[in-house]
């Protein structure tokens, strides 16, 4: 029985102690995957594809390290989103799950996908506002989205933190 003990290689030698027959065998170990991090974003239009990205990790010293393990992936309901190599393509407007995993091991994580009726258009009335310093705005008030069934997700972004911030809200 060989036990791995830290990471490296090292020369498993079989020897007929009466004849002096030998037989080897190099064996490489290498640190197990902790976990499995997904990266990218949640959301799809019908009919088109986003990219998720998915890396198998261990921990070191307190930092992350990529392995070179495999991920595989499964999409929990294929008539709402499928799945290849990371590549989703929404089929229809849902939510699913969406599983990256490492073959015969436990180890996987998910993210939930939501597949969207794409706005068509996103306007804002007001074009310019005043706001004195600690006022606080909501400037959804002035935003219309169509088509009116656009199930798109909405996103609001500050170009300059120092001097306004803005929440998903």
Do not use: F
Request: charged fraction near 25%; charge should be positive; proline fraction near 2%.
């Amino acid at each position: 029985i060989v036990t791995a003990v830290s990471k490296g290689k090292a020369k498993i030698t079989a020897t007929a102690l009466g004849g002096g027959k030998k037989a080897t065998c190099t064996v490489t170990v290498n640190r197990m995957p902790e976990g499995i991090i997904i990266e990218g974003s949640s959301a799809v239009a019908i009919g088109k594809n986003i990219t998720i990205k998915a890396y198998a990790y261990y921990t070191e010293n307190g930092k992350v390290v990529k392995t070179k393990d495999v991920i595989s992936w499964e999409s929990y309901d294929e008539t709402i989103a499928t799945v290849s190599k990371g590549k989703v393509t929404g089929k229809t407007a849902d939510t699913t799950t969406i599983r990256a995993y490492i073959d015969g091991t436990d180890i996987e994580a998910t993210v939930d996908v939501n597949v969207v009726i794409p706005a068509k258009s996103v306007k804002l009335s007001m074009k310019k506002y005043q706001m004195g310093i600690g006022e606080v705005a909501n400037l959804s008030e002035y935003l219309t989205v169509s088509p009116d069934n656009h199930t798109d997700i909405i996103s609001w972004k500050s170009s300059k933190e120092t001097v306004a911030t803005v929440d998903e809200n």
